[in-house]
């Protein structure tokens, strides 16, 4: 078996089998280059390579490097306790996340978060399972609620909080941080600040003896065991303090898309509709061969989580530069602002992804849209074609987030 047949193979496997009208690299290279330009007589690995094909065969409108376009939290690192676990892709090992770092965590049934805080504002989405999640404001206005799978929340930064899995497994969630050097190791403890005090200081500042203090460790908890909560309504009663006025949780999933077609939905979360949120995301589903037309973001790089499906992405840069990336669940992408860009249904199962921004409101350019709302003649000059196939490019005049296959 050839190389390329080989990779082909690997890939398809990997893909859950991939569209053949859309996916087939190593037949594109071969009608562009000569077979013996294609060939690798020396080491290679199969497996690498079949991860992204399009790093060895790419298309033909591919030209220039753009850096790296994927990570993947199967890549990284693994934090364990014997409760639960996180792994982060931050600019350290994704150089082109500058504006925002990401964080994987699991904690089972039981397992806490432990109350922390940090600087940057702390975005989330719940990937599977329910979780609780806490938090105070400034004024010491309380926020308790439980989340699902298709949940988000949002706490600025400086707030304190925590999270805690439910039954009947716990729940899984991905963090966006607004800031790509953030790292999940450099949070601010309650128990780590706590065993830093002397405690005759607790001990005044909580009016209680400083043998209160006896037992406290000497680090930080980060992710341990305690016992399941009470009920929500139970906990809620516990503080008579008021609810923050915008809630920190928000259920994106169960809000109707602001578009919807053959071709996928989108839903938007952002200032407009989730008031306490500095950062703006869209979950975004794409049916087998459809695409997120070519577009781009005039406010905020973006950065992506893949959480189902298989994903083509084409990036333009300018000067000429033009690459494609292939994405795979619990992989992350990252665009910067204003750079163009696609992303296509290349698999037979529903594509899943957010995108992810460090501004409170979604803002998008869409190709079709300005190609569309220009005069059609001065659209035919630029592309040298006549008025008549000017008037079709430019139908419908609005955007079409969507397009079906």
């Known amino acids: 078996m050839s190389l390329i047949s080989r990779r082909n193979m690997l890939l398809t496997g990997a893909a859950g089998g991939l569209l ?35 790093d060895w065969q790419n298309l033909p409108t591919d030209h220039g490097n ?24 931050t600019v350290r090992n994704f150089p082109i996340s500058k504006q925002m770092a990401g964080v994987n965590m699991r904690l089972p049934a039981g397992a806490v978060r432990e109350l922390h805080w940090h600087v940057p504002s702390e975005w989330a989405y719940v990937t599977y399972g329910k979780g609780r999640i806490t938090g105070i404001d400034a004024e010491g206005r309380k926020h308790i609620s439980d989340v699902k799978e298709g949940d988000l929340w949002l706490f600025p930064g400086g707030v304190p909080h925590s999270v805690q899995g439910l039954e009947p497994d716990g729940c899984e969630f991905v963090l966006v941080f607004n800031d790509g ?64 006025p915008n809630p920190y949780a928000f259920a994106l999933l169960d809000q109707p898309p ?10 938007i979360a952002d200032v407009n509709n989730f008031k306490v949120t500095n950062m703006a995301a869209a979950l975004v589903e794409i049916e087998p061969g459809g695409m997120r037309e070519l577009h781009w973001h005039p ?40 750079i163009a860009h696609y992303v296509e249904n290349i698999g037979k199962d529903t594509l899943r992804f957010l995108e992810v921004f460090a501004t409170p ?12 709302n220009v005069p059609h003649e001065l659209l035919a000059a630029h592309l040298n074609i006549d008025i008549e196939t000017a008037k079709k490019l430019a139908s419908p005049q609005t955007k079409t987030p969507i397009r079906p296959l």
Do not use: C
């Open 66 to 89: 753009l850096g790296t376009l994927r990570h993947s939290f199967s890549m990284v690192h693994n934090r364990h306790t014997d409760a639960g676990w996180a792994r982060e892709v």
């Open 181 to 244: 050097n953030f790292s999940e190791d450099s949070t601010f403890g309650i128990t780590d600040y706590m065993a830093h005090t002397p405690k005759d200081v607790l001990a005044k500042n909580f009016g209680v003896p400083a043998s209160t203090f006896d037992k406290l460790g000497k680090g930080d908890l980060w992710i341990f065991n305690a016992p399941l909560p009470g009920s929500l309504a139970d906990d809620l009663a516990q503080s008579k303090q008021p609810n923050v």
């Open 20 to 54: 053949a009208t859309s996916m087939k690299p190593e037949a594109i290279a071969a009608e562009t280059y000569p077979a013996k330009a294609l060939s690798m007589p020396g080491p290679t690995s199969p497996e690498e390579a079949a991860i992204n094909p399009m």
């Open 361 to 372: 409101e979604y803002s998008d350019v869409s190709l079709q849209s300005w190609a569309a």
């Open 258 to 267: 602001v578009f919807k077609s053959a071709g996928g939905s989108v839903r």
């Open 299 to 338: 406010n905020s790089d973006e950065w992506q989580y893949y959480i189902s499906g298989t994903a083509r992405m084409g990036v333009f840069k300018g000067e000429g530069k033009n690459n494609t990336v292939i994405f795979h669940p619990s992989d992350v992408g990252y665009i910067p602002q204003s």
